[in-house]
């Protein structure tokens, strides 16, 4: 069964400091891996997805790169902003077409 | 990108009462549709997949008289929860694939999630 972690559970950072989240999946027969970010009572909105041939998949401030064979992946997040506070959440896409999620990274940017 | 549509962004209700959470596709047709449970500070479980004209899939432990299904159209899904008692007050959110059955290669679309509290 596939499980997913996201450590650290919450981080909070000044404003300007970059941002290191990390993903790790105990599985690594994935089709691909995906970021999403969800603002508090909110849906999730996708940030990037990740194929399993690929190493990285960056957008605007955001890159996010995927060591299949050790089962992990790493978001980061340069010169973070106080709108940057929200949980990220990474998921894998495997054999039975689910999504597993991670339990999701709470990230406060202090201004 | 693709737009879902989730309504009641939030209900309360009475104890034993019924209560429909909608799930629209507006500008993608969506065979598949996912249904999602998540209660406070973690992650999304997820509770079935709703395919275009049959039967949901539920996930073991989520109990299918309960939790009804409906995706009656390509756009278009329902989740009731029927008889809702308050251990069933949770945040549900609603997922739909613009390329099909499969998500290898698709991401997905989320709802704006339906905050539930029974009383």
């Known amino acids: 069964k596939q499980e997913v972690t996201q450590i650290p559970a919450a981080l909070s950072v000044p404003e300007g400091e970059n941002l290191v989240l990390n993903c790790s999946f105990t599985d690594s027969a994935i089709y691909n891996l995906q970021w999403f970010r969800q603002d508090p009572g909110k849906g999730l909105t996708s940030l990037l997805l990740i194929q399993s041939s690929q190493r990285e998949q960056t957008s605007g401030r955001l890159n996010a790169s995927l060591d299949k064979s050790s089962g992990r992946s790493t978001l980061y997040i340069a010169a973070s902003q106080p709108g940057d506070s929200a949980t990220y959440l990474c998921a894998v896409v495997a054999a039975g077409n689910k999504l597993t999620f991670g339990g999701g990274t709470r990230v406060l940017v202090k201004p | 990108g693709a737009v879902v549509s989730q309504h009641p962004s939030w209900v309360i209700c009475k104890s034993g009462t019924s209560v429909k959470i909608e799930c629209r596709s507006l500008d993608f047709q969506a065979t598949t549709m996912f249904w999602y449970r998540q209660f406070p500070k973690q992650s999304l479980m997820l509770m079935a997949t709703?395919?275009?004209?049959?039967?949901?899939?539920?996930e073991q432990g989520v109990e299918k008289d309960k939790f009804l299904i409906n995706h009656a159209s390509l756009t278009l899904s329902t989740l009731t929860v029927t008889s809702a008692h308050p251990e069933d007050s949770s945040f549900y959110i609603c997922?739909?694939?613009?390329?099909?059955?499969?998500?290898?290669?698709?991401?997905?679309?989320f709802g704006s999630g339906t905050q539930l509290s029974v009383l």
């Open positions: 709703s395919n275009e004209g049959s039967k949901a899939t539920y």
């Open positions: 997922s739909a694939s613009a390329g099909g059955l499969s998500l290898a290669n698709e991401k997905l679309f």
